[in-house]
């Protein structure tokens, strides 16, 4: 069993609509928990990143933990074309090595 | 545009050879952070430094070697190259030794033949 679990997608919604990702993990030590964007051919780009459980809001992305449930979310409000791209959920506990998932392929329809 | 460089943008070599990946870190940063990308392992850390030191190592081969110099750039070494190798490596940058904040480059893309 893998670490970090993210479904691949991919995920296709029309836009304007409301998209969430979810990552799921095993390990009870993780405290720091990210959300990176990769656009084809390009490298991962932050989008956020929270400690310990709670929500996070950054214009139209919210980031969600639950650690009770070894969960973390990431939700797109009133999503856009331009936001077609990889999601990566990453984690760590002992901060220096990050835990990446496979990514889910969005694809935002005009 | 994340400020980290990375060259080359592309690298084709044979089976055998050895070939040296260069990073350049965001101004300000002293954490450089190496990953691999492939399709059936997605995004997984080899190593980190901080100022010149190693800090933390992940699945990274011993054929692979790495180093920060003082003026923080970074190189990847990696020799002995096998198909398997083939993959788009990835350096980050961070202002802080701990990983939680890490900017990426675009990438070398090594296609080993």
């Known amino acids: 069993q893998k670490e970090v679990e993210q479904d691949p997608g991919p995920l296709s919604v029309p836009e304007g609509a409301i998209v969430s990702l979810n990552c799921t993990y095993s390990n009870s030590a993780f405290q720091y928990f990210m959300w990176y964007r990769q656009y084809s051919r390009k490298g991962p780009e932050l989008l956020m990143y929270?400690?310990?459980?709670g929500n996070k809001e950054d214009g139209r992305f919210t980031a969600q933990v639950d650690k009770s449930s070894k969960y973390i979310s990431l939700f797109i409000r009133d999503s856009q074309p331009s936001d077609s791209a990889t999601y990566l959920c990453?984690?760590?506990?002992?901060?220096?090595?990050?835990?990446f998932g496979t990514g889910t392929l969005l694809a935002v329809q005009p | 545009d994340s400020g980290v460089t990375q060259t080359p943008k592309h690298l084709i070599t044979a089976t055998g050879q050895r070939v040296t990946l260069r990073c350049s870190p965001r101004?300000?940063?002293?954490?450089v952070y190496w990953y691999q990308q492939s399709l059936d392992q997605g995004l997984q850390f080899l190593i980190q430094y901080y100022n010149g030191e190693e800090r933390a190592k992940g699945n990274i081969l011993e054929r692979f070697s790495a180093q920060q110099f003082p003026d923080l750039h970074s190189e990847l070494n990696l020799s002995s190259l096998e198909l398997g190798d083939s993959a788009l490596y990835f350096c980050?940058?961070?202002?802080?030794?701990?990983?939680?904040?890490?900017?990426f480059g675009p990438g070398t893309r090594l296609t080993v033949t």
């Open positions: 980050a940058s961070s202002p802080r030794d701990t990983g939680y904040e890490q900017y």
């Open positions: 101004s300000g940063d002293l954490s």
């Open positions: 929270t400690y310990s459980s």
């Open positions: 990453a984690m760590s506990a002992v901060i220096h090595k990050l835990i």
